[in-house]
């Protein structure tokens, strides 16, 4: 079945350091989504791509979507003590459900 | 709007005691799942439904059950517990399937068996 890998599984950074996820999944999808979770709380979307080689920006946020729609990417700029956590991506195709990498740990020290 | 609503919140069980994880949604969603996050695991889908009466296995749905018998409502039973369900649940709902848009999720539910 479909699998969806994330590298890496923890970043430690100082803040004011940039910072990059990596997603890539076995199949092509449909659509990619991003989730950040805190620590001791639940996660919560950020954004969803659709289409080949799309860029999405959120203030310091920057998503891509591969050309050929089996990858992602999550980049953060100019990192700060608010972005700590774990960020997921998740992959859709013609199922029903989202299939989630295991995620990335964002630590960030002032 | 309170979005989704899980309880309980925290529960311990014994081995073998069964349970149910309650998770309702006021948002009128027809797609909802149940998810569990192990440390440094990810999440993993248990059981998911697309509309009331309507139920599938997930990649982990093993020593679960599920009903759907509103729109609201999509309790997640566990019979005799096992340590290997010591997990955070998670119960979600979307407007529609995958390629569709966000999950929301609720606060989760952290259940220890010992």
């Known amino acids: 079945g479909q699998q969806v890998m994330q590298i890496p599984q923890y970043q430690h950074v100082q803040e004011g350091e940039d910072f990059t996820t990596y997603c890539n999944s076995s199949t092509t999808l449909s659509n990619i989504q991003w989730y950040k979770q805190r620590p001791g709380g639940h996660p919560v979307f950020l954004i969803q791509l659709v289409k080949s080689g799309e860029v999405k920006k959120q203030k310091r946020l920057t998503f891509q979507f591969g050309e050929a729609k089996k990858n992602s990417s999550l980049h953060i700029t100019a990192t700060q003590t608010t972005d700590v956590g774990t960020y997921f991506c998740?992959?859709?195709?013609?199922?029903?459900?989202?299939?989630f990498g295991k995620g990335t740990s964002l630590l960030v020290t002032p | 709007n309170a979005g989704v609503t899980q309880t309980p919140k925290f529960r311990i069980l014994k081995i073998g005691q069964s349970m149910t994880l309650q998770c309702t949604q006021d948002?009128?969603?027809?797609?909802m799942y149940w998810y569990r996050q192990d440390p440094g695991m990810g999440l993993k889908l248990i059981y998911y439904s697309v509309g009331a009466g309507i139920t599938d296995k997930g990649e982990v749905p093993n020593g679960y059950n599920v009903s759907r018998s509103t729109t609201e409502d999509f309790p997640l039973r566990l019979e005799l517990a096992a340590p290997s369900q010591t997990s955070v649940y998670f119960c979600?709902?979307?407007?529609?399937?995958?390629?569709?848009?966000?999950?929301?999720f609720g606060e989760g539910s952290r259940l220890t068996v010992l």
């Open positions: 979600a709902s979307s407007v529609s399937g995958s390629s569709a848009g966000e999950l929301f």
């Open positions: 948002m009128n969603h027809n797609y």
């Open positions: 998740a992959g859709g195709n013609s199922g029903y459900a989202l299939n």
